[in-house]
């Protein structure tokens, strides 16, 4: 793909995601998951990876993916419509699927258990799932429990794409050595997208590109000339 067409898809995104994009709701439990009748994105990370900054950047919210965070939820699977067709009543495009953090040290273990059935289940079970994001903080580079979802996706046949977060907090020699070594590693996985996406919410690095990716996944490649 040549930078033209890379230009004319990211400025598609743009406008895509201008449309609208509002909360569905919250599932604690698989009986609570919205019908899988849409495509669904997934975006998943450790505790304080940017998770929230990066669902804001991508859809140019300032808070979309704080509207369902209130006591209780944290250990919920967040669902969002994005899209609309103009027809009244009519599907949302696709949906994003916000993820609750994982590596969480002081977390009670039924807390951590309850949290990891209930990511699994989805991961191996949802069919209408087009792709995942994980999101590593791009200043500590992949952790175990990185590696931990990174396997469990690729045991759940799930196709996932590598987002470096907050790009703009370390050196461009360190963040050039750090995405060098993710992307070495994210060979080694079956299911990871080769590329590694290296992104910062504040700045807006790389967040056009990433946005056009995130459509394509849940739209299909042709998603341009369809619209």
Known sequence: MDDVEQSVREE??????????????SAPQLKFLPEPIVPEIAFCGRSN????????????RKAIARASVTPGRTQELNFFDVGRPQEE???????????????????????VEKWKA???????????????????????GLKETDREMMTMLDEAAVGYRIVLTKTDK????????????????????VAA??????????KGMGIAALRAAVIADALGEGWLGEG
């Not at 949302?92 to 969480?104: E, H």
Request: glycine residues 6%; without cysteine.
């Open 12 to 25: 598609a995104a743009s406008r895509l995601f201008s449309g609208p994009v509002d909360f569905l709701l």
């Open 49 to 60: 990876v940017g998770k929230s900054s990066l669902l804001n950047a991508l859809t140019g």
């Open 89 to 111: 009543g009519a599907l949302p495009l696709f949906r994003l699927v916000d993820m609750p953090g994982y590596g969480f040290a002081k977390a009670p273990v039924k807390v």
């Open 118 to 140: 209930l990511v699994k289940s989805y991961l191996r079970g949802r069919a209408v799932l087009a792709r995942t994001l994980v999101l590593v903080d791009s200043r500590h």
């Open 170 to 189: 370390i050196k461009a020699s360190e963040l050039a050595a750090v995405a060098e070594k993710t992307a070495a590693e994210a060979k080694k996985h």
């Open 193 to 202: 997208y080769p590329e590694i996406h290296l992104t910062s919410s504040e």
